[in-house]
């Protein structure tokens, strides 16, 4: 059994390797078959046909980041409810009670932010 | 491939939590202070893990433990994030040495 | 064959096996997305009263997509000057690794599959994660303002819809029990979770399309407001692989919605005799199609409405639907 | 775990935690439903009823301890009842503060009266905690929800900074203290502190690690009582936070932090033999303790005589006020916890006393510098005679409250053991060399006059809750035996502590 | 009645206080009145102790005690400290009370000449001697640091806010000194305390002599950390800079209390605890008592020749007198230590006395510098004859009290260690330098500064009387005292 798990997780690590192997390769073939004839013209940043002015990296509406924080809170709330969910069956009623507690204070936080607009996108 | 040691992961445990304190005492940037941090939260969950499975009296505890981790340091990094973002509207740097309006 | 590798001890010839193997699977997932776009060219076309490809390989134009990557593969390539350079160039493998290892652990049929792994369904959603960060670099990496919106639009709405997607899954969780997506096909033996989860499957099937970033939440790459996104600095190869990545994904997602709601290799009721293996592929294509025939139907929503519907309607769904599965199981199971 | 135990459990012991949780979710859902239409301040005194209630249901609850529930991750004893009451007063009062926070600097006020009481909730887990868990997620609960509270007037570049500074140095230090955590957990293979104090003492072929385990989790922990190796987050934090946020971090805060070290280190190590020495665990670890205590301390007193920032000076004060305390745990006498709480009730009339005078000052004069006391003797006498029956309390001179604290901490430390006049009389001078960062805030007070004349205007709730205060102080400092017999006869012991 | 009597003196000055706090505070007159009405009432009330006391003769019926607080719980820990509210007096306990309260009074006549804030400051003042009279009736260790603290606070209001121009500084001064002392103090306390469980004085005692609780060592290592904390009080050559500013800084009436009470605290302390508690360890330092009496004796005379200040000369000449209270200790002896105890009483009321005058000279002529005065006999010849008189006092002409203790003193200290009196005599003549010198130069020198107003008035010339009064009668019949301490010194010196 105990090879049985690490055959499967090796797999994975061939998956894995297959995944970084395959643009490796494919890029380092289309290098010896394409055409290198760079110009300034061509490395210039694309905006729309106009010369580009100033940096691009400019600054974000913070809504951006609200909504990553959003995420994590929710994301997380799911690493309990996988193991709820999957032993369910031996935890009954009250553990649904208890989860429910949980989600329902997870869903105030949702609601908090939609009452302070946070889920309102600009 | 054999069964890794327990003590493997201690010390990959270690590691890692070495390269966060360092990074958390020594970096300037605030995200990645705060990105050493959980680095070390990290480590501590591979601590419980690797003990949970290959400790003294296995037990699932130790799993347990991590999941709570894991969401605390997910909470945790969430409101750092936000107290930086709010920083930087007032502050515009998230350099950490410049973050000094009160002096000694 | 595959059961008796598995149980021996890892070695080096298991290894050379199995890598054997999983490059052979990779060139079929390769054919597949060949042939995937060439049927997305195609049935826009038949439903938009068109032809479609048909000048190369044939009446049908089998061969178009190939020569559209040979193409790709001739064509120059160039890096913009302000481009962020390894980031930029790291970006695409990013963006395409995880879309083929998530592959590994989907059971095509009862002997089909790579990795049985316990907590395959946990790994898939992990793993899909990590395109995001592709996404992201590289249009970081761009330093242009099309790919830096389209990046942040990119992240914000996969984010976004990765929620209600795993929540959507915990119903089916719920009732089989197990994280293992082995256990899952198994545990739709006599009915289909989509009958007995159709909530979670319409929110899955909508988040999904939304992970995938296809119309019409392709607001990422929206041609006509960002140009082409989060990739519109790239050109040649490199493009070729995010695009890759996406047609793996929508390869991906498809199997795992059949291993989820349809009951994967399991035959309908009476035609037993008929493969797993075959089974899985009209399943399977049925949900191809019909993320294509999306694509075609609907327009592209608003970034507002994209996001609000994610949070204000999915979520709060997928959440309600857990716990009414959850409440149904205790009460009559 | 089926329907049946759960509801055997004797779910009440935990009514002043819900009741905490209830009224913050109320007032969380009323802040969004119907937070324009009623005056916010309301939500405050709702708050400060719901300690209040919190508070009697735990009187309530004093007969027929400990109990424990949930496998015995949340435990009800004596030691948790009495130092949630210490939680609880404190809470209280600062909330009171925190009601009158000007307005137009915190505009979520919502958000910072819930806010105070998930801290709160924090902290009375701590308190009751009997497993790793409980404990760690009540201490990183306290933590998250009084980095928000520093951060909470969003417009402020200092509160700001303070938030990110505590938010960095308190990750850091709960990550070290989880470090340890998980070394404890290995040796021991569990979480329960009782069962790791068995297995711990059965079993001693890991004391290396221990002592690592150990180490990690006191400097982590230190954090909390923000004492010597993680004390620097205070100053700034403490000038830059609110005022009544700064009392809570000073008081409810640093209580729950000693109520964490004691808990810890009393449960899982005090039994524990150690291997090379014939001594206890804890006995083989003092030193450590002393060199904490008493850096802290030194660092504390002297580090304060040059702030010129009432705040500031007050954090310093606190980090001087944490090593005393830290000097009752460190001798390890018997009466180390009567000592503790004592002083820390002390220390929270005085402290909580004294913030409500900065606070009101600050608010009406806009200035928080140590001038701004300046001339207040004239400007507004009932204020500067409260501020200096605080001040002396915290100087620790007889007849106050403060006084009592550290002469009980000296009598237990020369009690147990002569050798440890070293730690006693470090204090002692530390005490003197207090005087006069104390007594120059009496220079202000009385001695100078004040730039401009105007006079203050005191809320009749603060008026009410110094007055409080200040009688409170000094009974304790006349009539200690009220507080000491309470201790010893109402609670019934801490014979409950270790089983 | 008498169990209670002894602390109705103590805390007497409270019923004065609680009528100050109803008293609106611009009410001067009626401030003033109260303030000394209070101190009146407390000197009649040690009348009445003296009279209960059969003359002098037996105060064990003042002794009272009640449990106070307890730290500890016997159930609990097997182990407890307990602390008593226990006063009670001895014959030198009762004299320095009489002392305190008797300068109190006069210094609140004084204290007519402060110019503001009356409400605050007979508050504090009152405050001050609760303190001071609290600290000679302690029996118990705590209680007596508990009023030894009680001291230092008002003190330092007072200073602080009613001194002259370096008010600020001095109270500092006094406050950080005075601390430090206290905290060595405490830190003796409290070891005694835990080792021996008791803070009761004369159990302490009892167990310190039967008993080994301490080794030797450890008894010396206390008695000279007692020295250092009383030393700072008292004050000894190396540690009195505070004493000075305190004497020139802090306003008239204080200074009177504070030469006059609090200094002879330290003294007192020295006896009580110092010599009370490790008698055999203050015999083997007794030369090095003596040493330290002498050099401060000389130190402060010689100083005190260079001042141009008559405060510094004043402050110098205190810290010169109080060598003589070292001397007399350190001898060791019975006329040694009587010419000690007899110094803490006639210091404190010489001392006072001079600031008295000092007070009223600087009203009129609005300084203290001895160049800047003379010929005040001219304009005030009442003043000059008293200051004269303190003059001659502090010198220690016969028939005045500062004689008969420093006579007894250098008795003493010639039987213990005649090559040292010997050397102490210099002190003696010039003493007499620098005393003549100042005050001569006062009253007879050239005319320097005009002074305004006129002679004492009624207010000042009655205390003034009276203190002389006091001087002489101790000088003359000094039994009246001695019949007093006679008990203590007994037992002090014979065990």
Redesign the interface.
Same mark, same amino acid.
């Given at each position: 059994m105990q090879h049985v798990y690490a055959n499967n997780y090796m797999i994975v690590c061939i998956f894995l390797a297959l995944g970084l192997l395959l643009p490796i390769v494919a890029l380092t073939i289309g290098k010896v078959l394409r055409p290198h004839a760079p110009t300034a013209g061509k490395q210039t940043t694309y905006e729309s046909g106009i010369e580009p002015f100033h940096d691009a990296r400019v600054q974000f509406n913070v809504r951006y980041y609200i909504f990553a924080l959003l995420f994590v809170i929710f994301d997380v709330e799911t690493v309990f409810l996988y193991p709820w969910a999957v032993a369910f069956d031996q935890l009954g009623l009250f553990a649904l009670i208890e989860m429910l507690i949980f989600v329902v204070i997870l869903l105030i936080g949702l609601l908090y932010a939609w009452k302070k607009k946070v889920l309102k996108w600009i | @491939?054999n #069964?890794v040691s327990l003590s493997a992961y201690?010390i990959l445990?270690l590691i890692l939590?070495c390269i +966060?304190?360092y990074g958390?005492?020594t970096k300037r940037n %605030?995200v990645i202070?705060?990105i050493s &941090?959980e680095l @070390?939260?990290n480590? $501590?969950?591979l601590?419980?893990v $690797?003990?949970s499975k290959y +400790?003294? %009296?296995?037990?699932i %505890? +130790?799993q347990?433990?991590s999941?709570?981790?894991? %969401? /605390?340091a997910?909470? #945790?990094?969430?409101? +750092?994030? $936000? &107290?930086? /973002?709010?920083?930087y *509207?007032? *502050?515009k740097t998230i350099n &950490?040495d410049e &973050?000094?309006? @009160?002096k000694? | 064959m595959i059961n008796h590798l598995l149980e021996s001890t890892p070695s080096l010839t298991n290894f050379a096996i199995f890598f054997g193997l999983a490059t052979a699977f990779l060139f079929v997932v390769l054919g597949f997305v060949t042939y995937a776009i060439l049927a997305e060219r195609k049935v826009m076309g038949f439903m938009q009263g068109r032809y479609g490809p048909n000048q190369v390989g044939g009446r049908w134009g089998l061969l178009q997509t190939v020569a559209d990557v040979l193409k790709l593969l001739l064509k120059e390539d160039t890096i913009p000057k302000l481009a962020d350079r390894p980031l930029f160039i790291i970006a695409p493998v990013i963006a395409f690794a995880p879309a083929f290892m998530v592959l590994a652990t989907i059971p095509f049929t009862d002997k089909l599959q790579f990795a049985d792994i316990g907590v395959g369904l946990l790994y898939y959603i992990a793993i899909s994660g990590l395109t995001t960060i592709g996404i992201v670099a590289g249009s970081w990496a761009s330093n242009n303002k099309y790919a830096l919106l389209g990046g942040m639009r990119a992240a914000a709405q996969m984010i976004s819809y990765e929620v209600p997607l795993v929540m959507s899954v915990l119903g089916v969780v719920l009732l089989t029990g197990s994280l293992n997506l082995n256990d899952i096909v198994r545990a739709q033996d006599d009915v289909w979770f989509i009958f007995l989860q159709p909530i979670a499957f319409i929110v899955f099937l909508i988040a999904s399309v939304a992970e995938l970033n296809r119309t019409p939440f392709d607001l990422p790459e929206a041609e006509s407001e960002l140009v082409a996104g989060f990739h519109v600095e790239y050109s040649g190869f490199r493009w070729a692989f995010f695009m890759l990545a996406e047609y793996v994904y929508f390869f991906a997602m498809a199997a795992l919605t059949t291993v989820l709601f349809l009951g994967g290799w399991h035959p309908v009721a009476f035609l037993g005799f008929i493969p797993g293996a075959v089974w899985f592929a009209i399943k399977f294509s049925c949900i191809v199609f019909l993320l294509i025939w999306f694509r075609i139907t609907f327009p592209r929503l608003r970034a507002d409405q994209l996001m609000e519907f994610g949070w204000k309607v999915l979520l709060p769904v997928a959440l309600a639907n857990i716990f009414l599965t959850a409440l149904i199981k205790v009460l009559w199971f | 775990m089926d329907m049946d135990t759960l509801l055997s459990y004797q779910w009440s012991a935990m009514m002043p935690e819900f009741i905490i949780l209830g009224v913050a979710t109320l007032i969380s859902l009323l802040d969004l439903f119907v937070g324009k239409r009623i005056k916010h301040s309301w939500l405050g005194y709702l708050a400060a009823a719901g300690v209040i209630g919190s508070f009697v249901s735990l009187c309530l609850l004093r007969k027929g301890l400990p109990v424990t529930i949930l496998y015995d991750t949340f435990r009800l004893d004596s030691f948790a009842v009495t130092f949630k009451f210490l939680l609880l007063i404190g809470a209280f009062f600062t909330l009171l503060i925190a009601i009158h926070e000007r307005s137009d600097e915190i505009k979520h006020r919502g958000e910072f009266y819930y806010l105070f009481l998930t801290a709160l909730l924090g902290a009375m887990m701590m308190a009751s905690s009997g497993d790793l868990i409980t404990l760690f997620v009540g201490l990183e609960l306290l933590s998250i929800s009084s980095y928000i509270l520093a951060g909470i007037k969003k417009s402020s570049l200092r509160s700001n900074e303070a938030a990110l500074k505590y938010v960095i140095t308190g990750g850091i230090a709960s990550a070290i203290a989880l470090f340890g955590l998980s070394y404890i957990y290995g040796i021991t293979g569990s979480t329960n502190l009782l069962t790791i104090s068995e297995v711990l003492g059965e079993n001693q072929s890991y004391e290396f690690i221990a002592v690592l385990a150990f180490l990690l989790v006191l400097v982590g922990l230190t954090f909390k009582i923000a004492s010597a190796p993680f004390h620097m987050w205070a100053p700034d934090v403490y000038e830059g936070s609110p005022t009544s946020v700064t009392a809570f971090l000073s008081i409810v805060s640093k209580t729950a932090g000693f109520v964490l070290i004691l808990r810890v280190f009393l449960s899982v190590f005090a039994n524990v033999p150690m291997l090379q020495k014939s001594v206890t665990f804890l006995y083989g670890m003092q030193d450590y303790l002393f060199i904490v205590a008493g850096v802290t301390i030194v660092i504390g007193n002297v580090v304060a005589l040059r702030q010129k920032n009432m705040k500031r000076l007050f954090a310093y004060s606190s980090i001087a006020h944490a090593g005393y305390v830290l000097v009752a745990f460190a001798v390890l006498s018997p009466f180390m916890m009567d000592a503790i709480w004592f002083y820390l009730l002390a220390y929270l009339f005085m402290t909580v006393g004294a913030f409500t005078v900065i606070h009101i000052i600050q608010q009406q004069q806009g200035n928080d510098g140590i001038t701004s006391f300046a001339g207040l003797y004239k400007t507004s006498p009932y204020l500067a005679i409260v501020m200096s029956g605080f001040l002396l309390s915290l100087a620790g001179i007889p007849g106050t409250a403060g006084f009592i604290g550290k002469f009980n901490i000296f009598l237990g430390a020369l009690a147990t053991s002569p050798t440890h006049y070293v730690i006693v009389s470090l204090m002692i001078i530390a005490t003197v060399i207090s005087y006069y960062y104390y007594f120059g805030i009496f220079t202000q007070m009385f001695f100078r006059s004040a730039e401009q004349e105007r006079t203050y205007r005191v809320p009749r709730v603060l008026l009410f809750s110094t007055f409080l205060c200040l009688g409170a102080t000094i009974i304790l400092g006349i009539f200690p035996n009220v507080a000491y017999q309470f201790f010893f006869n109402e609670v019934h012991q801490f014979k409950d502590f270790f089983n | 009645m008498s169990t209670f009597l002894l602390s109705l003196i103590i805390f007497s000055p409270l019923i004065g206080m609680l009528l100050l706090f109803f008293i609106p505070k611009n009410r001067e007159v009626l401030i003033k009145a109260v303030g000394v009405s209070s101190t009146i009432f407390t000197c009649l009330l040690m009348v009445l102790l003296y009279i209960q006391s059969s003359g002098g003769n037996s105060y064990d019926s003042f002794s009272q005690k009640a449990t106070w607080f307890r730290f500890g719980d016997p159930e609990l820990y097997g182990k407890y400290f307990s602390v008593s509210y226990e006063v009670g007096i001895n014959g030198f306990s009762f004299l320095m009370i009489a002392l305190t309260a008797f300068l109190c009074l006069l210094a609140s006549i004084a204290s007519f000449k402060i110019k503001h804030n009356w409400k605050g400051y007979f508050l504090l003042f009152l405050t001050l001697q609760i303190g001071m009279m609290g600290v000679f009736a302690a029996e118990n260790l705590v209680l007596f640091f508990i009023f030894f603290e009680v001291t230092l606070i008002p003190m330092f209001f007072l200073i602080g806010r009613w001194g002259l121009f370096e008010k600020e500084k001095a109270s500092y001064y006094f406050l950080i000194y005075n601390g430090i002392g206290s905290a060595i103090l405490l830190v003796v306390f409290v070891l005694l305390f835990a080792k021996t469980g008791t803070a009761n004085i004369d159990q302490l005692q009892g167990i310190l002599q039967s008993t080994d609780a301490f080794s030797n060592k450890e008894k010396l290592t206390l008695l000279i950390a007692l020295l250092i904390a009383f030393g700072i009080k008292l004050p000894i050559f190396p540690l009195h800079t505070w004493v000075l500013k305190v004497h020139t800084q802090a306003p008239v009436p204080i200074v009177m209390v504070h030469a006059g009470v609090l200094l002879k605290i330290g003294a007192f302390g020295l006896i009580r605890f110092g010599m009370g508690f490790f008698p055999d360890q203050f015999a083997h330092m007794s030369f090095l008592i003596a040493l330290l009496g002498v050099i401060n004796l000389l130190f402060g005379a010689f100083l005190a020749l260079k001042q141009d200040d008559l405060r510094l000369v004043l402050a110098y000449s205190s810290l010169s007198h109080m060598g003589i209270i070292l001397m007399g200790l350190g001898a060791g002896n019975e006329s040694g230590i009587q010419g000690a105890v007899f110094q803490v009483i006639s210091h404190g009321l010489i001392a006072a006395f001079l600031f008295f005058l000092i007070g009223v000279l600087y009203e009129r002529t609005g300084t203290t510098t001895l160049s800047k005065l003379g010929g005040l006999a001219k304009n005030m010849p009442i003043a000059s004859g008293f200051l004269l008189a303190g003059g001659l006092a502090s010198l220690g002409l016969p028939g005045m009290s500062g004689f008969i203790s420093e006579f007894m003193a250098f008795m003493g200290l010639f039987q213990h260690a005649p090559y040292l009196a010997g050397i102490a005599t210099l002190g003696m003549i010039l003493t007499a330098v620098y005393v003549l010198k100042a005050v001569l130069s006062i009253t007879f020198g050239n005319e320097v500064k005009s002074v305004e107003g006129k002679d004492l008035n009624r207010l000042e010339w009655a205390p003034a009387l009276l203190f002389i009064f006091l001087i002489i009668g101790i000088g003359v019949y000094p039994s009246l005292l001695t019949n007093m301490i006679q008990p203590v010194l007994d037992t002090m010196v014979w065990g």
């Amino acid at each position: 059994m105990q090879h049985v798990y690490a055959n499967n997780y090796m797999i994975v690590c061939i998956f894995l390797a297959l995944g970084l192997l395959l643009p490796i390769v494919a890029l380092t073939i289309g290098k010896v078959l394409r055409p290198h004839a760079p110009t300034a013209g061509k490395q210039t940043t694309y905006e729309s046909g106009i010369e580009p002015f100033h940096d691009a990296r400019v600054q974000f509406n913070v809504r951006y980041y609200i909504f990553a924080l959003l995420f994590v809170i929710f994301d997380v709330e799911t690493v309990f409810l996988y193991p709820w969910a999957v032993a369910f069956d031996q935890l009954g009623l009250f553990a649904l009670i208890e989860m429910l507690i949980f989600v329902v204070i997870l869903l105030i936080g949702l609601l908090y932010a939609w009452k302070k607009k946070v889920l309102k996108w600009i | @491939m054999n #069964e890794v040691s327990l003590s493997a992961y201690l010390i990959l445990a270690l590691i890692l939590f070495c390269i +966060g304190l360092y990074g958390a005492l020594t970096k300037r940037n %605030t995200v990645i202070v705060l990105i050493s &941090i959980e680095l @070390m939260l990290n480590a $501590a969950n591979l601590n419980f893990v $690797a003990f949970s499975k290959y +400790g003294v %009296t296995p037990n699932i %505890t +130790g799993q347990v433990f991590s999941l709570f981790t894991i %969401t /605390i340091a997910a909470a #945790e990094a969430a409101v +750092g994030l $936000a &107290i930086l /973002i709010s920083l930087y *509207r007032n *502050r515009k740097t998230i350099n &950490i040495d410049e &973050i000094d309006s @009160m002096k000694r | 064959m595959i059961n008796h590798l598995l149980e021996s001890t890892p070695s080096l010839t298991n290894f050379a096996i199995f890598f054997g193997l999983a490059t052979a699977f990779l060139f079929v997932v390769l054919g597949f997305v060949t042939y995937a776009i060439l049927a997305e060219r195609k049935v826009m076309g038949f439903m938009q009263g068109r032809y479609g490809p048909n000048q190369v390989g044939g009446r049908w134009g089998l061969l178009q997509t190939v020569a559209d990557v040979l193409k790709l593969l001739l064509k120059e390539d160039t890096i913009p000057k302000l481009a962020d350079r390894p980031l930029f160039i790291i970006a695409p493998v990013i963006a395409f690794a995880p879309a083929f290892m998530v592959l590994a652990t989907i059971p095509f049929t009862d002997k089909l599959q790579f990795a049985d792994i316990g907590v395959g369904l946990l790994y898939y959603i992990a793993i899909s994660g990590l395109t995001t960060i592709g996404i992201v670099a590289g249009s970081w990496a761009s330093n242009n303002k099309y790919a830096l919106l389209g990046g942040m639009r990119a992240a914000a709405q996969m984010i976004s819809y990765e929620v209600p997607l795993v929540m959507s899954v915990l119903g089916v969780v719920l009732l089989t029990g197990s994280l293992n997506l082995n256990d899952i096909v198994r545990a739709q033996d006599d009915v289909w979770f989509i009958f007995l989860q159709p909530i979670a499957f319409i929110v899955f099937l909508i988040a999904s399309v939304a992970e995938l970033n296809r119309t019409p939440f392709d607001l990422p790459e929206a041609e006509s407001e960002l140009v082409a996104g989060f990739h519109v600095e790239y050109s040649g190869f490199r493009w070729a692989f995010f695009m890759l990545a996406e047609y793996v994904y929508f390869f991906a997602m498809a199997a795992l919605t059949t291993v989820l709601f349809l009951g994967g290799w399991h035959p309908v009721a009476f035609l037993g005799f008929i493969p797993g293996a075959v089974w899985f592929a009209i399943k399977f294509s049925c949900i191809v199609f019909l993320l294509i025939w999306f694509r075609i139907t609907f327009p592209r929503l608003r970034a507002d409405q994209l996001m609000e519907f994610g949070w204000k309607v999915l979520l709060p769904v997928a959440l309600a639907n857990i716990f009414l599965t959850a409440l149904i199981k205790v009460l009559w199971f | 775990m089926d329907m049946d135990t759960l509801l055997s459990y004797q779910w009440s012991a935990m009514m002043p935690e819900f009741i905490i949780l209830g009224v913050a979710t109320l007032i969380s859902l009323l802040d969004l439903f119907v937070g324009k239409r009623i005056k916010h301040s309301w939500l405050g005194y709702l708050a400060a009823a719901g300690v209040i209630g919190s508070f009697v249901s735990l009187c309530l609850l004093r007969k027929g301890l400990p109990v424990t529930i949930l496998y015995d991750t949340f435990r009800l004893d004596s030691f948790a009842v009495t130092f949630k009451f210490l939680l609880l007063i404190g809470a209280f009062f600062t909330l009171l503060i925190a009601i009158h926070e000007r307005s137009d600097e915190i505009k979520h006020r919502g958000e910072f009266y819930y806010l105070f009481l998930t801290a709160l909730l924090g902290a009375m887990m701590m308190a009751s905690s009997g497993d790793l868990i409980t404990l760690f997620v009540g201490l990183e609960l306290l933590s998250i929800s009084s980095y928000i509270l520093a951060g909470i007037k969003k417009s402020s570049l200092r509160s700001n900074e303070a938030a990110l500074k505590y938010v960095i140095t308190g990750g850091i230090a709960s990550a070290i203290a989880l470090f340890g955590l998980s070394y404890i957990y290995g040796i021991t293979g569990s979480t329960n502190l009782l069962t790791i104090s068995e297995v711990l003492g059965e079993n001693q072929s890991y004391e290396f690690i221990a002592v690592l385990a150990f180490l990690l989790v006191l400097v982590g922990l230190t954090f909390k009582i923000a004492s010597a190796p993680f004390h620097m987050w205070a100053p700034d934090v403490y000038e830059g936070s609110p005022t009544s946020v700064t009392a809570f971090l000073s008081i409810v805060s640093k209580t729950a932090g000693f109520v964490l070290i004691l808990r810890v280190f009393l449960s899982v190590f005090a039994n524990v033999p150690m291997l090379q020495k014939s001594v206890t665990f804890l006995y083989g670890m003092q030193d450590y303790l002393f060199i904490v205590a008493g850096v802290t301390i030194v660092i504390g007193n002297v580090v304060a005589l040059r702030q010129k920032n009432m705040k500031r000076l007050f954090a310093y004060s606190s980090i001087a006020h944490a090593g005393y305390v830290l000097v009752a745990f460190a001798v390890l006498s018997p009466f180390m916890m009567d000592a503790i709480w004592f002083y820390l009730l002390a220390y929270l009339f005085m402290t909580v006393g004294a913030f409500t005078v900065i606070h009101i000052i600050q608010q009406q004069q806009g200035n928080d510098g140590i001038t701004s006391f300046a001339g207040l003797y004239k400007t507004s006498p009932y204020l500067a005679i409260v501020m200096s029956g605080f001040l002396l309390s915290l100087a620790g001179i007889p007849g106050t409250a403060g006084f009592i604290g550290k002469f009980n901490i000296f009598l237990g430390a020369l009690a147990t053991s002569p050798t440890h006049y070293v730690i006693v009389s470090l204090m002692i001078i530390a005490t003197v060399i207090s005087y006069y960062y104390y007594f120059g805030i009496f220079t202000q007070m009385f001695f100078r006059s004040a730039e401009q004349e105007r006079t203050y205007r005191v809320p009749r709730v603060l008026l009410f809750s110094t007055f409080l205060c200040l009688g409170a102080t000094i009974i304790l400092g006349i009539f200690p035996n009220v507080a000491y017999q309470f201790f010893f006869n109402e609670v019934h012991q801490f014979k409950d502590f270790f089983n | 009645m008498s169990t209670f009597l002894l602390s109705l003196i103590i805390f007497s000055p409270l019923i004065g206080m609680l009528l100050l706090f109803f008293i609106p505070k611009n009410r001067e007159v009626l401030i003033k009145a109260v303030g000394v009405s209070s101190t009146i009432f407390t000197c009649l009330l040690m009348v009445l102790l003296y009279i209960q006391s059969s003359g002098g003769n037996s105060y064990d019926s003042f002794s009272q005690k009640a449990t106070w607080f307890r730290f500890g719980d016997p159930e609990l820990y097997g182990k407890y400290f307990s602390v008593s509210y226990e006063v009670g007096i001895n014959g030198f306990s009762f004299l320095m009370i009489a002392l305190t309260a008797f300068l109190c009074l006069l210094a609140s006549i004084a204290s007519f000449k402060i110019k503001h804030n009356w409400k605050g400051y007979f508050l504090l003042f009152l405050t001050l001697q609760i303190g001071m009279m609290g600290v000679f009736a302690a029996e118990n260790l705590v209680l007596f640091f508990i009023f030894f603290e009680v001291t230092l606070i008002p003190m330092f209001f007072l200073i602080g806010r009613w001194g002259l121009f370096e008010k600020e500084k001095a109270s500092y001064y006094f406050l950080i000194y005075n601390g430090i002392g206290s905290a060595i103090l405490l830190v003796v306390f409290v070891l005694l305390f835990a080792k021996t469980g008791t803070a009761n004085i004369d159990q302490l005692q009892g167990i310190l002599q039967s008993t080994d609780a301490f080794s030797n060592k450890e008894k010396l290592t206390l008695l000279i950390a007692l020295l250092i904390a009383f030393g700072i009080k008292l004050p000894i050559f190396p540690l009195h800079t505070w004493v000075l500013k305190v004497h020139t800084q802090a306003p008239v009436p204080i200074v009177m209390v504070h030469a006059g009470v609090l200094l002879k605290i330290g003294a007192f302390g020295l006896i009580r605890f110092g010599m009370g508690f490790f008698p055999d360890q203050f015999a083997h330092m007794s030369f090095l008592i003596a040493l330290l009496g002498v050099i401060n004796l000389l130190f402060g005379a010689f100083l005190a020749l260079k001042q141009d200040d008559l405060r510094l000369v004043l402050a110098y000449s205190s810290l010169s007198h109080m060598g003589i209270i070292l001397m007399g200790l350190g001898a060791g002896n019975e006329s040694g230590i009587q010419g000690a105890v007899f110094q803490v009483i006639s210091h404190g009321l010489i001392a006072a006395f001079l600031f008295f005058l000092i007070g009223v000279l600087y009203e009129r002529t609005g300084t203290t510098t001895l160049s800047k005065l003379g010929g005040l006999a001219k304009n005030m010849p009442i003043a000059s004859g008293f200051l004269l008189a303190g003059g001659l006092a502090s010198l220690g002409l016969p028939g005045m009290s500062g004689f008969i203790s420093e006579f007894m003193a250098f008795m003493g200290l010639f039987q213990h260690a005649p090559y040292l009196a010997g050397i102490a005599t210099l002190g003696m003549i010039l003493t007499a330098v620098y005393v003549l010198k100042a005050v001569l130069s006062i009253t007879f020198g050239n005319e320097v500064k005009s002074v305004e107003g006129k002679d004492l008035n009624r207010l000042e010339w009655a205390p003034a009387l009276l203190f002389i009064f006091l001087i002489i009668g101790i000088g003359v019949y000094p039994s009246l005292l001695t019949n007093m301490i006679q008990p203590v010194l007994d037992t002090m010196v014979w065990g």
